[in-house]
C-alpha cells in the first residue's frame, strides 16, 4: 500500500482502508479504539464485520453504486464493536485509483448517542410511527368491527394523496413529512370513542342535542392524545404528535369557513387536515354504513366536484380526482 494512503492513517477520525474487494488493508488507532479490534487481528478480514442488520439494505445497496462507479459516498451506518455494542457513525468512503490499484478509504465520525440508544434512519423510524399509531387507533374504536377496515382505507389512500398533491403543487415537501401525515390519518376519529355507541351508530337523522355532541369527537380526540403522549414522553413522536392533532381537530373545518369545532376557513386549515378531510369524505360516502347506503363511484365523485371550494379544498380536490383519472381508487374500492 502506498505512503499516499498511509497519510489518511494520521486522521483523527476512525480509518479504513480496503482494496477493491472490501479486504481491509489497514486501521488507525482511533478505529481500534472505536471498535475494539486491533489492527492486526482485523487485517485481511471483510470491511462488513461491523455490519448490523440496524443499516437498511438500502443504504448498502446505494453506497456500493456510488462507489462502484469511482464517486465517494457519504451515509449513516449504525455498526457494532468487537464486544457487540452497537456504535453509530457517519462514514464517507472515496475510492483512489493509484497506479491502476483501486482502494477504499473510509472515515468515521462517531455520532453522539440518542437518548433512545438507537440511532434509526427515517424510515425505519416512520415504520415504528406508523404502527404504534394505528396499534392505537384501532384500540380506541374497537366497538365496530368495521373500524379497522375504514382506518387502513383512510391511511392507505392519504398515502396516495399527499403524494400525489405534494408532486402536482410542486411543494418540495419532505419524505418524512409525507409519511407523517399518512402515519397521522389513522387516528382522525379517535375522538368517536368518547362518543356514546347510541349516538354514533343510530340510524336515520340526529337530533340537534345529537349532532352537538358528535361535534365535540375533535376536541376528545386531541384529548386523547395529549393524555396519551403526555405519558409517552418521547420526542420521537413529537413532529407526528402535532401533525396527528391538526388532523383529529381540524378535518371537519370546512373550506368555506362553516365546519367545526372553530369555523376555519381557507389556508388558515392545516394542509393535512384538508386532505384527510376529502379522503374521509369519500371512504364515508362509498361505504355502506349503518346510516345510509352505499354510494357509486360516480356519484362520490360528482360530490366532491361539487363541494370544491365549498366544504374542500380546491386544489386537493384536484390532486383527488387525478388519482381517480389514473384509475388509483380502485384497488381503494375493491379493499371496502
Request: hydrophobic share 40%; net charge negative.
Amino acid at each position: 500500500m502506498t505512503q499516499q494512503l498511509n497519510l489518511f492513517l494520521q486522521l483523527a477520525d476512525a480509518v479504513i482502508i480496503t482494496d477493491v474487494k472490501h479486504t481491509i488493508l489497514r486501521v488507525n488507532g482511533a478505529y481500534e479504539k472505536i471498535t475494539g479490534y486491533q489492527e492486526e487481528e482485523i487485517i485481511g478480514k471483510r470491511a462488513g464485520i461491523l455490519r448490523t442488520p440496524y443499516t437498511s439494505q438500502s443504504v448498502y445497496d446505494g453506497m456500493k453504486r456510488q462507489i462502484q462507479a469511482g464517486r465517494p459516498w457519504s451515509g449513516v451506518f449504525t455498526n457494532q464493536k468487537r464486544d457487540k455494542e452497537l456504535w453509530h457513525s457517519f462514514i464517507t468512503i472515496t475510492p483512489f485509483d493509484i497506479e491502476g490499484e483501486l482502494y477504499y478509504v473510509g472515515v468515521f465520525r462517531e455520532l453522539e448517542k440518542l437518548k433512545q440508544g438507537l440511532y434509526l434512519d427515517e424510515d425505519r423510524a416512520s415504520r415504528m410511527q406508523g404502527s404504534l399509531l394505528k396499534v392505537l387507533a384501532i384500540s380506541c374504536e374497537i366497538r365496530d368491527p368495521g373500524t379497522e377496515a375504514h382506518l387502513s382505507r383512510v391511511q392507505n389512500l392519504t398515502e396516495l394523496l399527499v403524494e400525489r398533491h405534494n408532486e402536482r403543487l410542486e411543494l418540495a415537501l419532505p419524505k418524512v413529512e409525507l409519511a407523517r401525515i399518512a402515519n397521522a390519518s389513522i387516528l382522525h376519529d379517535i375522538g368517536k370513542s368518547g362518543i356514546p355507541e347510541g349516538i354514533l351508530y343510530k340510524p336515520g337523522s340526529l337530533a340537534d342535542y345529537e349532532r352537538t355532541i358528535i361535534e365535540m369527537h375533535p376536541i376528545i380526540g386531541v384529548d386523547i392524545v395529549d393524555k396519551i403522549f403526555a405519558e409517552l414522553d418521547d420526542e420521537l413522536f413529537e413532529s407526528e404528535l402535532q401533525t396527528a392533532k391538526n388532523i383529529i381537530l381540524y378535518h371537519h373545518e370546512r373550506w368555506d369557513g362553516t365546519g367545526y369545532p372553530h369555523g376555519l376557513k381557507g389556508e388558515s386549515i392545516p394542509l393535512e387536515a384538508r386532505i384527510v378531510s376529502v379522503v374521509d369524505v369519500f371512504d364515508a360516502l362509498s361505504t355502506k354504513r349503518a346510516y345510509k347506503e352505499k354510494w357509486s363511484l360516480d356519484s362520490t365523485l360528482d360530490y366532491l366536484r361539487e363541494q370544491r371550494g365549498r366544504q374542500f379544498d380546491p386544489s386537493v380536490v384536484d390532486s383527488f380526482l387525478s388519482l381517480a383519472d389514473d384509475g388509483q381508487l380502485i384497488p381503494h374500492l375493491a379493499a371496502q
